[in-house]
């Protein structure tokens, strides 16, 4: 395996890692940050793959000042989960109030808990505030939240889904919805003045995979290794959006990054702190196809060097673009950050 080498900075390398001479390419351009690796063996890769920060914070403040901190930093993208605390599309908007020019992003919105016209609304007033800079992360959630936590039926989800889009995708493209599905209907139109937002789907299975490149703008993944994604995620979205005439779609990719200088005692730590994720049958499809034991296998944490290197992989592999989730202490995100800046 050719090896590529980064620089970070000489106080962070200090504390933390030790690196060698950088032989990457990198420039920047309107939206984001394109990552361009040059081959060191035979100099001929010619690999771009964006990178974003992931930045859940407790707080919509704390949120609005990392993001504030990401824009300085140069990164043209960041994302945040939809969980239990603030509602994500609300705090986003507040956040693309403070912060004009990063594209802001969900990942991702269950779909069973809301009417796709009350969603469209709701995200369509965001992409008003955000000028248009809103990607929209939505999927049919886990059994266990859909069943256990709210009483909904989970039946069929990819039924669901698929008439959620007819009825949600008309509404967020400015034209009357008019779905007559079997669970969901949707008549009427909305009056927001705002453009469609980005919409991806979370997507991980075949027949999901297909509906997301048919039908929406790509798929975002979460605890999804490389291998996967070069295999089965990146050649099956491609393969649907391209048989519907579509642009060639988003593959986002969400994964815990850690630069450190122990890695096992990472891995251990991101062991215990993901563990819910290898219990959740879709994930777990994920990591069984992947060959790992769990979470922590597919975080990507180790030296400057093999941070760097994982996520070569992952341009390799298709991903368009790559939102870092940085972990660890203190010191350990000072030096991802380090990195992750190096790959403007």
Excluded at 33 to 58: H, R, W, Y
Excluded at 196 to 224: F, N
Excluded at 303 to 329: C, P
Aim: charged share 20%; net charge negative.
């Amino acid at each position: 395996m050719e090896r590529r080498a980064f620089v970070v900075s000489k106080a962070v390398m200090n504390s933390v890692i030790d690196t060698t001479a950088t032989d990457m390419l990198v420039r920047r351009h309107a939206g984001g940050v394109t990552v361009s690796l040059q081959n060191s063996g035979n100099g001929d890769a010619d690999t771009k793959m964006e990178i974003g920060i992931f930045c859940p914070d407790p707080t919509v403040k704390g949120l609005v000042d990392r993001v504030i901190k990401a824009h300085s930093d140069g990164f043209g993208h960041v994302m945040i989960p939809q969980l239990f605390g603030y509602d994500a599309l609300t705090a986003l908007a507040v956040v693309a109030s403070h912060v004009p020019d990063i594209d802001v992003g969900v990942g991702i919105v269950p779909t069973y808990r809301q009417h796709p016209m009350m969603l469209a609304q709701q995200a369509l007033t965001v992409n008003q505030v955000a000028a248009g800079r809103l990607t929209l992360g939505i999927g049919v959630s886990h059994q266990i939240v859909v069943e256990g936590l709210w009483g909904l039926s989970y039946e069929r989800p990819l039924r669901h889904m698929r008439e959620f889009i007819d009825a949600a995708m008309p509404l967020l493209e400015g034209q009357p919805a008019a779905a007559e599905g079997e669970t969901i209907v949707a008549r009427g139109a909305l009056e927001i003045d705002a453009p469609r937002p980005v919409v991806v789907l979370a997507a991980l299975g075949p027949k999901m995979l297909d509906l997301a490149g048919r039908r929406a703008d790509g798929t975002t993944t979460w605890m999804v290794g490389p291998k996967t994604l070069a295999n089965h995620i990146v050649p099956t979205i491609n393969e649907s959006a391209n048989d519907a005439g579509r642009p060639s779609p988003h593959v986002i990719v969400s994964l815990p990054v850690c630069v450190t200088a122990d890695r096992g005692d990472a891995m251990a730590r991101a062991a215990q702190e993901f563990t819910i994720y290898g219990q959740l049958p879709a994930y777990r499809a994920m990591l069984d196809r992947e060959g790992v034991r769990g979470p922590e296998d597919v975080a990507v944490i180790g030296s400057a060097d093999e941070v760097a290197e994982r996520l070569s992989q992952f341009a390799d592999g298709g991903t368009t673009r790559f939102m870092a989730n940085e972990i660890g202490t203190p010191n350990e995100q000072a030096a991802t950050r380090e990195l992750l800046i190096a790959l403007r």
